[in-house]
């Protein structure tokens, strides 16, 4: 059972750790209880995802591709699933901050080494990988940063 606090403490993380952001992307993110979230607390959200039912939130109905224009100072992603890696990707290219709560691999990994391998992917790209636990139950584990001062970023494959 997910844990019904996720989005709210999701959403605290984020405004402490990305204080500057104003403009957010939540990838894959359902009926958009997250975007609710981060409005609320006064950040511009767009969620991306293919749901037909969702909350009253600015929503696009539709797939978030790597070359969605970079209309955001952040992207995010509670439990993405398959768009972890498109996150991490897409933030290395614009050279945005990003956060990911990943739930599931996409590629057949278990968990640990999965994590390692976002944040090997962020590091190769240029960003930092760090890593925070948040106070709730289930899949907890935030993998988070922002481009590296001094890194130029390399291609990366999300195969």
Known sequence: MADKRRFELFATFLTERFSG????FDVAG??????????????????????????????????FGISEP???????????DGATRLIIAYAALHRIGYAVVPCCSDNGLPYKPWMRHLAELARSGGLEANEALLPMEGRARVLYGGPLAEAFA???SLA
């Open 30 to 63: 359902g009926m958009g209880r997250l975007n609710e979230a981060l409005t609320r607390r006064g950040l511009e959200t767009t969620t991306f995802d293919l749901r037909h039912k969702h909350l009253p939130v600015r929503y696009e109905e539709r797939p």
């Open 21 to 24: 952001a104003r403009r957010v």
């Open 154 to 156: 390399t291609n990366i």
């Open 70 to 80: 970079c209309n955001a100072d952040l992207v995010v992603g509670m439990h993405p």
